[in-house]
């Protein structure tokens, strides 16, 4: 079983690789299966012929059990730094599989901003042995979270860490006072609690393919599917609210869960929209549901 450090030794190969714009530079198999945004790609297309640097931003955990390592990071494409997460499997030091996320914001027509690409402590800390959960147990805590998210109505289906934060594509969503929605003031439970995200119908097509319990974290990957009938509501404290989504519409996310004591400490994600009710083409290939 490849360790910790021969993970990140391929994820470092990789990366140079991609920098050159040359897929022969890193150990990637004759048949590796490649997506980039959900769609699959030749090894070598896509951000391969694109990027033009890399944010020293290195967000990076494993799982040696399953052969996994990620990294969470922000690529320079020409005119825009854009949130980014590569996953990699990896089998007999050879990389199998490719899942590249790029949240390309402004070619969406709305930019997340200020970005701010800088290192989490609580994301970088080990967990002490006698304290490490279970790889089933940090699996439960994290798809509660998409269990909460889903047609929210104020249920908690998870535990969350009073000290909670949430980082969406390089912009903080949790206790940020300097965000234009009032939402964002809010910690995670008390977001969801107030039913804020009822329009989210359905969080399809899950999976948890790296759990790096060491770490305490669990990278996930869905859909969030919005069918766009819902449009006036009231927010669990008899506030009235309305959907900003009103027409079909999909996002798919990379998403990683920092757990600490049972309890959601800290949320990695990227997204980006993508066609309505897209399917996955991972699907069927024999990752952890």
């Known amino acids: 079983m490849a360790t910790r450090e021969d993970l990140y030794l391929v994820l470092d190969a990789y990366l140079a690789a991609l920098a050159a714009g040359d897929p022969a530079r890193a150990p990637i198999a004759a048949r590796a299966f490649n997506t980039e945004n959900n769609v699959a790609l030749a090894v070598g297309d896509g951000l391969w012929n694109t990027l033009t640097a890399r944010h020293p931003y290195d967000l990076r955990f494993a799982d040696p059990a399953q052969g996994q390592v990620a990294l969470f990071t922000a690529v320079e494409e020409t ?16 990389i199998t599989g490719i899942e590249t996320v790029v949240a390309r914001n402004k070619d969406e027509g709305f930019p997340f901003g200020p970005q701010h690409f800088e290192d989490k402590p609580a994301m970088l800390a080990t967990v002490p042995e006698h304290e490490r959960a279970s790889r089933e147990e940090l699996v439960r805590v994290a798809n509660g979270y998409f269990e909460t ?18 980082v969406e594509n390089g912009v903080q969503t949790t206790n940020n006072a300097d965000f234009p929605l009032p939402v964002a003031r ?17 969080l399809r097509a899950r999976r948890f393919p790296l759990v790096d319990v060491e770490r305490g974290i669990v990278l996930a990957y869905g859909f969030i599917d919005h069918s766009g009938r819902l449009g006036d509501y009231t927010l ?27 309890a959601i400490l800290q949320v990695e994600a990227d997204f980006l929209t993508v066609p309505y009710r897209m399917p996955s083409p991972w699907d069927g290939r024999g990752e952890q549901k």
């Open 79 to 94: 005119d825009a730094l854009n949130p980014a997460c590569v996953r990699l499997e990896v089998t007999g030091g050879q």
């Open 186 to 202: 809010m910690g995670c439970e008390e977001q969801f609690a107030l039913g804020w995200y009822r329009y989210d119908d359905e």
């Open 236 to 262: 669990t404290n008899g506030e009235p609210a309305r959907s900003p989504v009103r027409r079909p519409h999909s996002y798919y996310l990379a998403e990683a869960f920092k757990i600490t004591d049972g």
């Open 149 to 166: 998210i889903e047609r929210n109505d104020g249920s908690i289906r998870t535990r969350f860490h009073p000290q909670c934060n949430r």
